[in-house]
T-cell receptor, first 115, second 110 residues
Framework: EAGVAQSPRYKIIEKRQSVAFWCNPI?????LYWYQQILGQGPKLLIQ????????DSQLPKDRFSAERLKGVDSTLKIQPAKLEDSAVYLC?????????????FGPGTRLTVT | KQEVTQIPAALSVPEGENLVLNCSFT??????LQWFRQDPGKGLTSLLL?????REQTSGRLNASLDKSSGRSTLYIAASQPGDSATYLC?????????FGQGTELSVKP
């Protein structure tokens, strides 16, 4: 079974530029998550999708971050414009469903450096 | 608001030692608790998942326990090896969302 795929693996941009990350979850998984992990901290949930609908985006900085999951499969997370404090690893995860105790599976992450 | 704390933040041990990593959480209303391993520059690898109704889970040299009433979990690693060096994260599943601790950075010296 293929795992969660993410691209790119690394990205370096200057502040005020825009960037987009892509995630393809495990086949058949209804729920998709984006997490932000700042160096030295645990991951923090940014947004949760159930199929193609948003379940929770309470911690997403909506003035600069946006995410979509068209057709309920793969997802894109965008930052525009980027700030220095956005430097982090962006992790995508998926689970069979977000309702209950199903295990989440994580992708390799995208390491973003904003200069 | 759920808060997850891991102690210690960093740990260095000689090869062969048994060790315990600690995780505490403030709200016992959780579905499950997961322990992850993260190697530098890599994503998260799930080690063990304990459902809220369970007390412990074992996989090889790893044993995780859960005491929901006291808000605590421990990860026990037996006979540590240099290859165990990594950051270990615990996360509680509350309402389908994972809330993570800040991690324990483990270094096992040959």
């Amino acid at each position: 079974e293929a795992g969660v795929a993410q691209s790119p693996r690394y990205k370096i941009i200057e502040k005020r530029q825009s960037v987009a990350f892509w995630c393809n979850p495990i086949s058949g998984h209804a729920t998709l998550y984006w997490y932000q992990q700042i160096l030295g901290q645990g991951p923090k949930l940014l947004i949760q999708f159930q199929n193609n609908g948003v379940v929770d985006d309470s911690q997403l900085p909506k003035d600069r971050f946006s995410a979509e999951r068209l057709k309920g499969v793969d997802s894109t997370l965008k930052i525009q414009p980027a700030k220095l404090e956005d430097s982090a690893v962006y992790l995508c995860a998926s689970s069979a469903t977000g309702y209950g105790s199903y295990e989440q599976y994580f992708g390799p992450g995208t390491r973003l450096t904003v200069t | 608001k759920q808060e997850v704390t891991q102690i210690p933040a960093a740990l260095s041990v000689p090869e062969g030692e048994n060790l315990v990593l600690n995780c505490s959480f403030t709200d016992s209303a959780i579905y499950n608790l997961q322990w992850f391993r993260q190697d530098p520059g890599k994503g998260l690898t799930s080690l063990l998942l304990i459902q809220s109704s369970q007390r412990e889970q074992t996989s090889g040299r790893l044993n995780a326990s859960l005491d929901k009433s006291s808000g605590r979990s421990t990860l026990y690693i037996a006979a540590s090896q240099p290859g165990d060096s990594a950051t270990y994260l615990c996360a509680v599943n509350q309402g389908g969302k994972l809330i993570f601790g800040q991690g324990t950075e483990l270094s096992v010296k040959p």
